[in-house]
């Protein structure tokens, strides 16, 4: 099994068609492709639109995330219908189970939000501003451990987030904003489950490979750090 993954793509109506190319392929070299949120610039409709077509009816499954700059202008609902009119999978809190190569693919996919990693991270205490902040991250982190375990059954099972679980893949990042990028509290249910992979983006300046406490792999697909139109991690089914 042959999974592509790619984050932080920013799209907006100036790159239109700078993708498509390096897509119409893909086939060739991978058989689904996962999208690690961020794939719009300021989180417009519009960008959504080029979005849609850049990744829209590709010849292999595509399910994705969103992340921080799809939100940021509070059209995510839109963006996610936009994307799945399009043959798009789009997850928050959600799983879902594709036959790909013969096997089972089961993936579940959160934003996921910031807060830091253990003993050095954020906790639901004080001011409302910094409980809703801390709170945030432990809403999704829940709704994420419900999607990871109805994947249970599936040959290959793959956490897809914005944000990191880890903070090995932050590595070239400054310290000061690590608790801007992830949250140890999305890697608990990884490790819990024993899933195969993570990826995420997110982390520009981050690097690709890390690893869980557990031992899950873990994998920074954030465009600026592959440099790449898409990575591709195999699997023996």
């Given at each position: 099994?042959?999974?592509?993954?790619?984050?932080?793509?920013?799209l907006a109506e100036d790159?239109?068609?700078?993708?498509?190319?390096?897509?119409?392929?893909?086939?060739?070299?991978?058989?689904?492709?996962?999208?690690?949120?961020?794939?719009?610039?300021?989180?417009?409709?519009?960008?959504?639109?080029v979005v849609a077509d850049?990744?829209?009816?590709?010849?292999?499954?595509?399910?994705?995330?969103?992340?921080?700059?799809?939100?940021?202008?509070?059209?995510?609902?839109?963006?996610?219908?936009?994307?799945?009119?399009?043959?798009?999978?789009?997850?928050?809190?959600?799983?879902?189970?594709?036959?790909?190569?013969?096997?089972?693919?089961?993936?579940?996919?959160?934003?996921?939000?910031?807060?830091?990693?253990?003993?050095?991270?954020?906790?639901?205490?004080?001011?409302?501003?910094?409980?809703?902040?801390?709170?945030?991250?432990?809403?999704?982190?829940?709704?994420?451990?419900?999607?990871?375990?109805?994947?249970?059954?599936?040959?290959?099972?793959?956490?897809?987030?914005?944000?990191?679980?880890?903070?090995?893949?932050?590595?070239?990042?400054?310290?000061?904003?690590?608790?801007?990028?992830?949250?140890?509290?999305?890697?608990?249910?990884?490790?819990?489950?024993?899933?195969?992979?993570?990826?995420?983006?997110?982390?520009?300046?981050?690097?690709?490979?890390?690893?869980?406490?557990?031992?899950?792999?873990?994998?920074?697909?954030?465009?600026?750090?592959?440099?790449?139109?898409?990575?591709?991690?195999?699997?023996?089914?």
């Amino acid at each position: 099994m042959r999974i592509a993954a790619v984050g932080d793509v920013h799209l907006a109506e100036d790159a239109r068609g700078h993708l498509r190319p390096a897509l119409e392929h893909l086939h060739e070299h991978a058989d689904v492709l996962l999208l690690a949120g961020d794939l719009t610039r300021h989180g417009t409709a519009d960008e959504a639109r080029v979005v849609a077509d850049e990744f829209g009816d590709l010849p292999v499954p595509v399910v994705g995330v969103l992340g921080n700059h799809d939100y940021h202008s509070d059209a995510q609902d839109e963006i996610t219908e936009l994307l799945r009119d399009r043959g798009i999978v789009v997850l928050e809190g959600e799983s879902v189970v594709l036959d790909v190569d013969g096997a089972r693919l089961g993936v579940a996919g959160t934003k996921g939000f910031g807060g830091g990693f253990a003993g050095k991270c954020a906790s639901a205490f004080g001011e409302p501003e910094m409980k809703q902040f801390a709170g945030h991250t432990v809403e999704l982190a829940d709704r994420f451990r419900g999607a990871v375990a109805e994947l249970d059954g599936a040959d290959v099972r793959v956490a897809l987030l914005h944000y990191s679980p880890i903070s090995d893949t932050l590595r070239g990042e400054p310290a000061e904003i690590y608790p801007f990028l992830g949250s140890y509290l999305l890697g608990e249910p990884i490790d819990e489950f024993h899933l195969d992979l993570a990826v995420h983006g997110h982390a520009h300046a981050g690097c690709e490979r890390g690893t869980t406490p557990g031992g899950v792999r873990v994998r920074n697909v954030a465009q600026p750090v592959i440099r790449t139109a898409y990575a591709v991690y195999r699997f023996e089914n």
